[in-house]
């Protein structure tokens, strides 16, 4: 049988693409290969943004720097770059990032670089849910196996 692929953010599987350059590992992510075929995809460095980077975060619709530096064209590309990738793949999920400006659903950073939350997704979450892609972050992982499971078992039937 084969698995469902599902886009994940290349820093959740501890690879060190995150603004700072440093990996971090998400213990819950044990066990998620064996439930679906996971796609890693980094939006940022698919934007061309380097590792490490400044770190920026969404005002209104761009993208600004701590510095000010407005990068909202690159986070766009790299959206666009992880749609295609969905596309190619067959990816009808993607487990990103939370608050990240690129990835974050629901809830990101304010713009304020003041470690504020605000109600809003990230760029690239905003354009995998308008083309119908279900978002989960990194603390909604129970729901995306619960997802998985119940996919898995429709397959089997």
């Known amino acids: 049988?084969?698995?469902?692929?599902?886009?994940?953010?290349?820093?959740?599987?501890?690879?060190?693409c995150?603004?700072?350059?440093?990996g971090k590992t998400y213990a819950g992510i044990d066990g998620l290969q064996e439930l679906?075929?996971?796609?890693?995809?980094?939006p940022e460095q698919?934007?061309?943004l380097s590792t490490p980077r400044t770190p920026a975060e969404r005002r209104g619709n761009l993208v600004v720097t701590a510095a000010g530096t407005d990068v909202t064209e690159q986070y766009e590309r790299g959206a666009e770059q992880t749609l295609k990738l969905a596309e190619q793949?067959?990816?009808?999920?993607?487990?990103?990032?939370?608050?990240?400006?690129?990835?974050?659903?629901?809830?990101i950073y304010d713009g304020t670089f003041s470690g504020t939350l605000t109600g809003g997704d990230g760029v690239t979450a905003r354009l995998l849910l308008e083309h119908g892609i279900e978002v989960f972050g990194?603390?909604?992982?129970?729901?995306?196996?619960?997802?998985?499971?119940?996919?898995?078992?429709e397959r089997s039937e």
């Open 1 to 16: 049988m084969e698995k469902e692929p599902i886009l994940i953010s290349a820093c959740l599987l501890g690879l060190s």
């Open 46 to 48: 698919m934007g061309g």
């Open 18 to 22: 995150r603004y700072d350059g440093c």
């Open 138 to 153: 990194e603390n909604q992982l129970d729901r995306l196996k619960e997802r998985l499971n119940g996919r898995k078992e």
């Open 89 to 107: 793949f067959g990816c009808r999920a993607a487990l990103l990032k939370e608050k990240s400006p690129s990835c974050g659903c629901g809830r």
């Open 36 to 42: 679906c075929a996971m796609v890693p995809v980094c």
